[in-house]
C-alpha cells in the first residue's frame, strides 16, 4: 500500500509529545493581542511585547477581527497559557490589559506614553541584539512596589507570576541574557524597560581583553608585542561602569574572559519598548466582574453592596435561562426522535402493504388470467377465440407470438415482349 502523502501544514506542525516537559509545562505561557480601532502603532507595539514575553509565547499568533476572547480562552488549555495580555486602541486612549486564564483577576492600565523597540535600539550609541537572548525568558525585577494597598500587591504578583521562576541553587547563568525592570513611581505611573544583559571582565587593559575575547588587535601604534600588553590603558568597562554593578562570578560563564570567583561588571543595553502606564482598574473576574478597585471612580459600601446584589441576580437570571434552554433543547431532541421513528414506521408500512397487494394480485392473476386473455382477444380482433388457443398457459402471461407475420409481397410476371 502507497504511502499517503501529508499536507504543507501537516509536515511542518511538529506533533506534540506524549510525555511533555513538566517545567515547560509548568512554566506561564501568555497570549499577547490587540484589539480595537487600528491605528498608533498598536500592531508594532504588540509584536515588540511579545518579543519580551519570548519563548513562552505565541510569537507568531494570527489573529483576526471575528475572533473573540473566548476563542483564545477556550484553546489555553491545551497550549498551557496562564496569562493574557490585551492592547486596546479607543477614542480616549491605548489601554493595556493584564488577564489571568482562566477564571481573572483582569488589571487595566492606561498607556500613558510609549515607545517602540525599533526607535529605542535606533537611539543608542552602541546597539546589542542577538537572537541568542531571547531563547530563554528574562528575569524580572520590580521597585517601589512594596506600598499598602490591595492593588499594588496584586500588581506585584501578577507580574511576578507572568514569568517562570528562578532557582537560585541550580539557576545557569549563563541562561540569563534578558531583564524586564519596572519601577512605580510617586505619580502612580509605571515605567516598563527591556534590556540585555552583558557581564565584561574587570582589572585588564585594553589590550588584554583584545586578546581574550578573541579581537584583532591593532598593533600599528606599538613598536612591540610587549607594548601593547603593558600599554597603561584601562578598558571601557572600567571606566563607564559604577563600582556597584561589579560583582564576584561563583561559576563560569559561556562569554569570555569571565572565569569562576572573578570579578566582573554587569551592563545592560536596552532593547525596548518603553512603556509609561498607570493602573485604571481591578476586576475579579475574565473581563467582566467585580470592581475590585477604580482609580478615578469610588463607591460606599452601600452602593458596593447593591451592585453585588444586582450581579448576583444577573448571573441567577442567567443560569435559568441556560437551563430552560438545555430543557427545551432535550424536549425537541426526544420530540425529533420520536417523530423519526414514527415516520420509519410508517415507511416500512407503507413497503409491505405494496408487497402484500403485488402478492395478492400475483395470486389472483392465475385464475383470472384466462379470461382476461380471451375478451382482451374479442375486443382487438372481433371475433370468438378458437377453444385450444389459451389453454395449457397456467404461468399467467399473456402467450407471445413473437413478430408480427408479414407476407411476402409477390413477384409480378410479365411477359416477354412487354418492358420490365
Known amino acids: 500500500m502507497g504511502r499517503s502523502k501529508k499536507g504543507r501544514c501537516a509536515r511542518k506542525n511538529k506533533q506534540i509529545s506524549s510525555e511533555e516537559n513538566q517545567d515547560l509545562v509548568l512554566a506561564p505561557h501568555s497570549f499577547v493581542i490587540h484589539r480595537g480601532i487600528p491605528g498608533n502603532h498598536i500592531v508594532e507595539l504588540t509584536k515588540d511585547f511579545r518579543r519580551v514575553m519570548e519563548p513562552f509565547t505565541a510569537s507568531e499568533l494570527k489573529e483576526r477581527k471575528r475572533n473573540t476572547i473566548k476563542d483564545f480562552v477556550s484553546v489555553s488549555g491545551v497550549f498551557h497559557v496562564s496569562h493574557m495580555c490585551i492592547f486596546s486602541n479607543t477614542s480616549i486612549g491605548m489601554y493595556l490589559k493584564l488577564c489571568r486564564i482562566p477564571r481573572g483577576p483582569t488589571l487595566t492600565f492606561k498607556i500613558l506614553n510609549f515607545s517602540l523597540a525599533r526607535d529605542v535600539v535606533s537611539a543608542l550609541k552602541k546597539q546589542m541584539v542577538f537572537e541568542e537572548a531571547f531563547k530563554n525568558s528574562p528575569l524580572i525585577v520590580l521597585n517601589n512596589f ?106 563560569k560563564l559561556s562569554s569570555r574572559g569571565n572565569h569562576e570567583k572573578g570579578t566582573s561588571a554587569i551592563r545592560l543595553y536596552e532593547l525596548g519598548p518603553r512603556i509609561t502606564m498607570q493602573l485604571m482598574k481591578v476586576e475579579d473576574g475574565l473581563l467582566d466582574g467585580e470592581v475590585l478597585y477604580h482609580e478615578l471612580m ?123
Open 298 to 420: 469610588h463607591k460606599s459600601e452601600e452602593e458596593l453592596l447593591k451592585i453585588r446584589k444586582q450581579r448576583e441576580k444577573k448571573q441567577k437570571l442567567k443560569e435559568q435561562r441556560k437551563k430552560e434552554q438545555e430543557e427545551n433543547k432535550m424536549k425537541k431532541e426526544s420530540k425529533k426522535q420520536v417523530n423519526k421513528e414514527k415516520s420509519l414506521k410508517g415507511m416500512k408500512k407503507k413497503e409491505n402493504d405494496i408487497l402484500l397487494q403485488k402478492f395478492a394480485k400475483e395470486s389472483h392473476d392465475g385464475t383470472k388470467h384466462e379470461d382476461d386473455d380471451e375478451q382482451y382477444y374479442r375486443d382487438e380482433v372481433g371475433e370468438e377465440p378458437d377453444k385450444d388457443l389459451f389453454q395449457g398457459n397456467s404461468t399467467g402471461k399473456r402467450k407471445s407470438f413473437g413478430p408480427r407475420y408479414k407476407p411476402k409481397s409477390k413477384k409480378v410476371k410479365f411477359d416477354k415482349g412487354t418492358k420490365k
Open 146 to 251: 512594596s506600598g499598602e494597598g490591595l492593588q499594588m500587591k496584586l500588581m506585584a504578583s501578577t507580574f511576578q507570576n507572568m514569568f517562570p521562576t528562578i532557582n537560585l541553587t541550580t539557576v545557569n547563568l549563563s541562561t540569563i541574557r534578558r531583564c524586564v525592570c519596572l519601577n512605580y513611581n510617586s505619580d502612580k505611573s509605571i515605567d516598563f524597560r527591556h534590556y540585555a544583559i552583558k557581564v565584561v571582565p574587570v582589572g585588564l587593559s585594553r589590550g588584554v581583553k583584545k586578546l581574550v575575547q578573541a579581537k584583532i588587535p591593532n598593533l600599528s601604534n606599538c613598536q612591540d608585542f610587549s607594548e601593547f600588553l603593558t600599554k597603561a590603558t584601562l578598558s571601557e568597562s572600567e571606566c563607564e561602569d559604577d563600582p556597584a554593578s561589579h560583582v564576584t562570578l561563583p561559576h
